[in-house]
């Protein structure tokens, strides 16, 4: 299984996490958990929202599509 998967089941855990967050529980860099999620979202499965709190954090979640293909991959 490849990296995106580990962020999915990541994602899963909670409705949303910061990107920071993400790097910090997989122990990689803000960078390296950037692109993955970039990667994600391309293909649909996740999406990016700026945080209500705080406008320079942004929140990122799985869509529809990213918890059907989790549940599907598991």
Do not use: P
């Not at 993955?36 to 990122?60: F, Q, S, T, W, Y």
């Amino acid at each position: 299984r490849g990296l995106g998967d580990v962020y999915k089941r990541q994602l899963s855990r909670r409705e949303y996490w910061s990107v920071g967050e993400i790097a910090s529980v997989l122990g990689v860099s803000s960078a390296a958990a950037t692109k993955a999620i970039a990667r994600l979202e391309r293909k649909g499965l996740v999406k990016r929202a700026e945080n209500m709190m705080d406008r320079r954090c942004v929140d990122v979640s799985l869509t529809r599509s990213g918890t059907e293909t989790l549940r599907r991959t598991g």
